[in-house]
């Protein structure tokens, strides 16, 4: 039995997984500096790459951004580190796995506990206004930040700068970052959602999907 798929559609989910990496290595220059943190966003192109592609295509973005972007412009320390390259993965591998824990309550809470015509109570009208897909990425994303950059950085990071992790040491980096990672927890899924709002409004014949993970809801 021959595959009937065009060759260009085999080609279409390799040749955005470079994209999204690269992307990611030029948001790593693009950086907001303030007086208690800095906050960076390259790690969105990864989580969208995951929403997009799927998992393994997710984490393959996340490897290369780390692995390129080492090789372009190496870090502080000077040297490779793999638990943080893992890190860079998993931004692009839970998400689409999460999406699959999340999309179904939420359709079911949104259509169901909030009902569209509930006019009942202003609280309830204001979330029923707000499409499910959107609280989607903000579960998705909210947590896959909260995983990787509050939970598992601070180990990686006292793992390479102090050579052990302890919970003394995972305490205070996770209590200096933790100003940083409200702003993330709002910020990320924000712009995930503009973006893949953005690139499902590419026509399907030549533009960037057919269709985004986020728009099959029921």
């Known amino acids: 039995m021959h595959n009937s798929q065009p060759a260009g559609e085999k080609l279409r989910p390799m040749i955005l997984t470079g994209l999204f990496a690269a992307l990611g290595i030029v948001f ?62 998993l931004y692009g591998i839970l998400p689409p796995l999460l999406l699959l824990f999340f999309r ?6 949104w259509g169901r506990v909030i009902p569209k015509d509930d006019k009942r109570d202003k609280g309830a009208r204001w979330l029923s206004g707000l499409p499910a897909r959107l ?54 899924p924000l712009a995930t959602y503009v973006i893949i709002e953005a690139l499902e409004r590419i026509p399907a014949r030549g533009g960037v999907a057919h269709e985004t993970v986020l728009s099959k809801h029921f």
């Open 104 to 109: 179904r309550p939420v359709d079911w809470i």
């Open 135 to 188: 609280i989607t990425c903000f579960l998705v994303v909210a947590v896959t930040q909260f995983i990787c950059g509050g939970l598992l950085m601070p180990a990686a990071l006292s793992l390479l700068l102090d050579g052990q992790v302890t919970q003394s040491l995972w305490l205070a980096r996770f209590t200096l970052r933790i100003p940083q990672l409200i702003v993330y927890l709002v910020a990320y």
């Open 28 to 89: 790593q220059g693009f950086s907001i500096s303030t007086p208690l943190m800095r906050i960076g966003i390259s790690p969105i192109p990864t989580i969208v790459s995951g929403l997009f592609l799927g998992p393994v295509y997710g984490g393959l973005t996340g490897l290369l951004k780390d692995l390129v972007g080492f090789l372009v412009a190496p870090p502080a320390s000077g040297s490779f580190f793999p638990p943080i390259t893992i890190i860079q993965m």
